[in-house]
C-alpha cells in the first residue's frame, strides 16, 4: 500500500509540472502573439511616443519570459531532486525488508532446530526431582525448555547453527545437572550445617536454663533456710522448741537460750516414727546448707547417721508391735537383721563399744576389720554384727566430741566478764 500510495503521489507533481510548462508555454505565446500586433501597429503609426511605449512593452515581456523560463527550470530540478531521493529511499527500503527477512527466516529455522533436538531428547527426572515434587514448584520440570527469544538474539548476532545440535544440546544438559548436584549438595550441606547449629544452640539454652534453675533453686534453699532459723530462734523464745531447734542451739549455743548440758543425740528419746521422719529432713536440710565450718560438716552428718539408726529401729520396733497386737508372727527381714547378734550377748557388745572415743572406735574397727581380712576372726557374725553397730558409736562419740568442745567455748566466753571484773578490782 506505501508504495502504491507513493507512487501516486509522484504522478501527481510529474502532472503538475507539466501543467506548469504548459501554462508559460501559452503565456509565451500570448505575449508573441501581442508582440506581433503591436508590430502590426508601429508600423501603422510611427510617432516617437508611441515607439517608446512599444519598445517598453517589449522589455518587460522579455523579462517576463526569462522569469518564467528560469521557474520552470528550477522546477524541473526540483523534480529531479525529488525523483532521486525517493530512489534512494526504495532501495534503503529494499534492503531493510532483506535484512529482517533474513534474520527472521534463519531465527525461525534455529527454532525448528532447537524443537528437533527437544524432541530427540529423552525426558529424564532432574537430579531426584519429579514434576510433582521439586523445590522450585515447577510443574513442567522434565520438559525442555526452547528459549525462542534468546535463539533470535544469538542468530542475530552471528553465533552459527551448529550451537544448536543434538551434540551441543546433550553437552549443555550434561553441564546443567552437574551445577544442579552441586547446588542440590551444597544445600543439603547447609540443611545440615544449620540442623547442628540449631542442636547446638538448643543444648546451650538448655545448659544454661539448667544452671539458672540450680541458681534459683539453691538461692530459695537458702532462703528457706534463713527463714527456719528464724523461726527457730522465736520458737526458743517462745519456749516451744522442736528437735532440731535443740540440735541447732548444741552447735551454736548463745547466752541469750543458754546451753544443753545432755548429749545431742539424746534428742531422739521419745520421739515417733512421724516426728523422726521430720526430724530426718531438717537435719538434711542443714546439712545442705549449714557449711560454714569443717566442725558444722562433721555435727550434721553425725546426727543423720543416728537419726537413720534410731528410725530403723522405731520402725522395727513398730513392725513387731502391731504384729504383736494382731497376733502374727514378726517380718521375716525383721528377725534375718539380728541372725549376726543374739540378745543374750547384747549387753557384751554394748560394753565393748560404749565409753570410747572416736579415735578408740577407728583403732577397734581397722583391727576387727584386718582380722576378718586375715581369717583369725572365729565368730565371723558377731564381728559383723559389732562392725554394724560400730558406726553408730563413732558417730555418737563424735557428736559427743563436738558438744564438749562447744561447751568449753560457752564456758570460756562466760569466764571472760568476771576475768575483766576481777581485773578491775585489782586495779
Same mark, same amino acid.
Given at each position: ?39 502590426? $501597429? ?35 530540478? #526540483?523534480?529531479? #531532486? ?56 515447577? $510443574? ?178 513398730? +513392725? ?27 549387753? #557384751? ?24 581380712? $586375715?581369717?583369725? +576372726? ?17 558417730a555418737k562419740a563424735c557428736l559427743r566430741e563436738i558438744h564438749t568442745k562447744m561447751l568449753r567455748k560457752h564456758l570460756a566466753r562466760l569466764e571472760q566478764p568476771v576475768e575483766s571484773e576481777d581485773n578491775l578490782e585489782i586495779d
Open positions: 500500500m506505501g508504495a502504491h500510495g507513493g507512487s501516486k503521489s509522484k504522478r501527481e507533481t510529474s502532472s503538475s509540472k507539466s501543467s506548469r510548462r504548459r501554462r508559460g508555454r501559452s503565456d509565451e505565446e500570448e505575449s508573441e502573439s501581442a508582440l506581433a500586433s503591436e508590430s502590426e $501597429s508601429d508600423s501603422r503609426d510611427s510617432s516617437p511616443p508611441k515607439r517608446r511605449e512599444r519598445s517598453r512593452s517589449r522589455s518587460s515581456l522579455r523579462s517576463r519570459r526569462r522569469r518564467s523560463s528560469s521557474r520552470d527550470s528550477e522546477a524541473s530540478d #526540483d523534480s529531479d #531532486d525529488g525523483s532521486d531521493r525517493d530512489r534512494k529511499r526504495k532501495r534503503s527500503s529494499s534492503k531493510k525488508i532483506t535484512d529482517e527477512d533474513v534474520a527472521e527466516y534463519l531465527g525461525k529455522k534455529a527454532q525448528k532446530k532447537a524443537l528437533k533436538v527437544a524432541k530427540k531428547l529423552k525426558s529424564q527426572t532432574v537430579s531426584g526431582y519429579s514434576n510433582d515434587s521439586n523445590p522450585f514448584g515447577d $510443574s513442567n520440570l522434565n520438559e525442555k525448555f526452547v528459549w525462542r527469544k534468546k535463539i533470535e538474539r544469538d542468530v542475530s548476532q552471528g553465533v552459527p547453527l551448529d550451537v544448536f545440535s543434538v551434540k551441543s544440546e546433550k553437552k549443555k544438559q550434561k553441564e546443567r545437572m552437574a551445577e544442579i548436584e552441586k547446588v542440590k549438595k551444597r544445600r543439603e550441606e547447609r540443611a545440615i550445617e544449620k540442623a547442628q547449629h540449631e542442636e547446638e544452640m538448643a543444648l546451650l539454652a538448655r545448659e544454661r536454663a539448667r544452671a539458672e534453675f540450680q541458681d534459683w533453686e539453691k538461692k530459695e534453699e537458702e532462703f528457706h533456710f534463713d527463714q527456719s532459723k528464724f523461726r527457730s530462734e522465736i520458737r526458743l523464745r517462745e519456749g516451744r522448741m522442736k528437735p532440731i531447734d535443740v540440735l541447732s542451739k548444741h552447735l551454736d549455743p548463745s547466752d541469750d537460750f543458754g546451753i544443753e548440758i545432755n548429749e545431742p543425740y539424746m534428742v531422739f528419746k521419745g520421739l515417733t516414727v512421724k516426728e523422726m521422719e521430720e526430724l530426718r529432713d531438717d537435719i538434711k536440710m542443714h546439712l545442705d546448707l549449714d557449711r560454714a565450718t569443717p566442725t558444722h560438716i562433721e555435727y550434721w552428718e553425725a546426727l543423720l547417721v543416728v537419726c537413720d539408726w534410731e528410725l530403723a529401729e522405731a520402725q522395727k520396733k513398730d +513392725a513387731l508391735d502391731r504384729a504383736r497386737v494382731r497376733g502374727e508372727q514378726p517380718p521375716a527381714e525383721l528377725l534375718a537383721e539380728e541372725r549376726g547378734l543374739h540378745s543374750s550377748i547384747e549387753a #557384751d557388745v554394748k560394753n565393748l563399744l560404749q565409753g570410747k572415743t572416736y579415735g578408740e572406735l577407728e583403732a577397734l574397727q581397722s583391727q576387727i576389720e584386718s582380722q576378718m581380712r $586375715s581369717g583369725t +576372726a572365729k565368730v565371723v557374725e558377731y564381728w559383723e554384727a559389732v562392725l554394724k553397730r560400730l558406726h553408730i558409736y563413732k
